[in-house]
């Protein structure tokens, strides 16, 4: 993806002049944090509140090494690249994989891209030039082609086709370019019909962000989609990373009332507002036919119920021509309001121009950043007003940052290709789908289908534990009784989680610290992560916030925390 232009004049800007508001954007969600992608083996101190794997072989007919050992099968043998001392794969990771048995392959004939040899995987390419998002990547310089992130999938695929269990079949990438931006949802949709009826995929890997077109066409097929976007309600072959939208609001609805409510403004930049109890409003990005006034006015309801009163709320449009127009109404009403801590839940280009109005309209508030894309990232925050942003706190997504040349995503390339990720932008992105899907298709067995890789791909335990990694797991664990969505939720709880991220992190930012972006860019301004970066499930969060406190806080691990690295 190339930096946009800065010609003003030039067709990149009348193409922005014509564009629309734009969705919240995920597509760099895991630029800085790894993924518990649930794989761990049975010999982990820190598991989540999921069975172990030992016990009777996978409703998939899959058998794990724990199971085969609990049963005392000497019959079975595992794949080359199972380390038979541990009983998990033999990768360097901290996160290994348990290791399955072979077993012959069975075909369903009613299942298309799978043959007893081979599986077929459409990987979408985006664009390399996109207004919209160039637009937005224009302040972090993002210059990955797409032919580096083809070229990283690919190295990646072929890391875990060595050592997965893969039932004797290959999985066999297939790339799509996209033929429109990423708004485009008419060429979503066409190109969604190509990857299932031109190219033959079982699964595909990625799409485009700023569209649902590409996801609903694709479920509609019965195609496995991973790290697909716009899924507003759970879709039974649509695995998203992030969390739902209920879902991260219930965790800021946790987080303000545990930590915040009731409590001084103490972190705004007005001495005035400091001694004040927090007056809180909200402001939110709000799209043409999107939910985000409905997922509101749900946050509204779910603070008021811990006793939480929100003062203004304001939706605001990601439309370049008139956002300074926006910004100066914006600001206005909220300091008008006597609102000492504004609630932000937006993208990523947008706190520019509100927090420049603010300095230009002498209004110090805090800011409170809600779940928003890339807005909780150092690279986006040093392009903001930083006598606004010193005052900025909240929550996060996203991980503990750690050096990128000992993470997963680069350590596990380089050890098995010998360089670094071509894509080295982007490959923290890129990796969650191929070590995803890899992790479910041991588990779904040896007939494989959509309906046994969600059985397996359900089946993964999780972790927890970690600040450099999140928690993921699908399916009914116990951290969300209602599912991805409570409305979705037609039998008695639990019901199924079709997202993954279910933790997250304080973070606040410091004006003065030093350090690398997470695109290795160095620079004044950086996000520093409370106590360590310590993750909080649902209900876990503790009274009194970290924020602003530097006793134990970390902007940067140069060396994983202990018991993180690599085995």
Sequence with gaps: MLPSSSDADGPRSSNLRRWGPLAIIVVILLIIGGVVLATRGGDDD?????SSSAGPALSTGAISFNQAKEQGRTDLTFPKGCDTSTGQVAIPTNYPAECFANLPAETDPNTQGVTNDSITVVVYIAPDQDAVLDYITAAIHNEDTGDQAQETYEGYNALYQAFYQTYGRKVNLKFLRGSGQSTDAVAARADAVKA?????????????VLTRAWTDELNARGVV????FGVNTPQPDVFAIGASAHQSSDQLTEYISKRLNNKPAKFAGDPALQSQNRVFGHLFITTTGGDEQANADKLRDKLSGQGVNLGPRIPYTLDPARLQEQAASVISQLKQAGVTSVIFQGDPVAPGAFTQEATRQNYFPEWIIGPSALVDTTAFGRTYDQQQW????????LTARIDPQVSDAFNLYKWFNGTTPPAIDTAGVLWPQPALFYAALQAAGPKLSADTF??????LPGATGNVTTQTITYGQHGYWPDGSQ????????????????DDYTEFWWDVSGTGPDEIRKDGTGIIQYSEGGKRFLPGQWTPDTHAFD????VAIYQTPPAGEGAK
């Design 550 to 553: 530097k006793n134990g806080a």
């Design 454 to 459: 969600r059985a397996g791909l359900f089946s």
């Design 225 to 228: 989609c991973l790290g697909c």
């Design 486 to 501: 409570p409305e979705t939720c037609k039998t008695p709880p639990p019901c199924d989680d079709y997202n993954g991220i």
């Design 46 to 50: 820190n598991k989540s509140s999921a």
């Design 196 to 208: 299932k009826e031109e190219l033959g995929a079982f699964a595909v890997w990625g799409g485009p």
């Design 390 to 397: 010193s005052h900025a706190f909240g929550i996060s997504a």
